[in-house]
């Protein structure tokens, strides 16, 4: 959905740096998610924000940290990467006032940590 | 933990077939439950969502068929085509956050 931008698409880093996954949205929507996805695992949430100054962890937080900048913008951060973070990472949007938290994911930021 | 149990992990169905998807949950507090289709090198989208109010809803060929006192779920895809090979996703949530199955790769034959 190019509502709904990531960058970068491919990430290819070292064990112990540091790297930051963005995310971007042109639908004003309020709720903005982090998740990844893992073959056979299906999607784990790892942060979420309802506002610029609501943010909550999910399943699997340790790792990670996050930063809503503005409405639109969203960042996930590995503070230091270890292989097993190697994953697929989506973010998503929605809107509280749709009534259904209907989510609307972006294309997604492949990330190998070698 | 899985707050909600997808099965199966794979599907093969002939072109016109009726693949059947199910999930189940043991959180009482869900009350939202969508179904998301994702093709490869995509992002999942929505493609269907229930409410425990009713226990169907169609959209098109997509069906789901939902059992409040079972607290399972299922998704059914009348005269299924090649097109809708893709990943499948069943979700729950309680209005805060989605809890996603696994994960069903459907594959279609012609």
């Known amino acids: 959905d190019a509502d709904v931008t990531q960058t970068p698409r491919n990430r290819i880093t070292k064990t112990g740096k540091r790297i930051m996954l963005e995310c971007s949205q042109t639908?004003?929507?309020?709720?903005m998610y982090w998740y990844r996805q893992d073959p056979g695992l299906g999607l784990r949430l790892i942060y979420y924000s309802f506002d610029v100054k609501d943010i909550n962890k999910g399943e699997i937080s340790d790792g990670y940290s996050v930063s809503r900048q503005a409405q639109a913008k969203f960042s996930l951060s590995l503070e230091s990467a270890i292989p097993n973070q190697t994953a697929l990472y989506f973010c998503?949007?929605?809107?509280?006032?749709?009534?259904?938290?209907?989510?609307?994911f972006g294309p997604g930021t492949r990330l190998t940590v070698l | 933990q899985q707050q909600v149990k997808q099965s199966p992990q794979s599907l093969i169905v002939q072109k016109g077939g009726i693949p059947i998807i199910n999930c189940a949950y043991e959180n009482t507090a869900f009350d939202y439950f969508p179904w998301y289709q994702q093709f490869p090198g995509k992002g999942p989208a929505l493609l269907i969502a229930?409410?425990?109010?009713?226990s169907e809803k169609k959209e098109g060929r997509f069906t789901i068929s939902f059992n409040k006192s079972a607290k399972q779920f299922s998704l059914h895809i009348m005269d299924s085509q090649p097109g809708d090979s893709a990943t499948y996703f069943c979700?729950?949530?309680?209005?805060?956050?989605?809890?996603f199955g696994k994960g069903t790769s459907l594959l279609v034959t012609p």
């Open positions: 979700a729950a949530s309680s209005g805060y956050a989605l809890n």
């Open positions: 998503a949007t929605s809107d509280r006032t749709s009534g259904l938290d209907t989510q609307y």
């Open positions: 639908k004003g929507h309020d709720r």
């Open positions: 229930i409410r425990p109010d009713v």
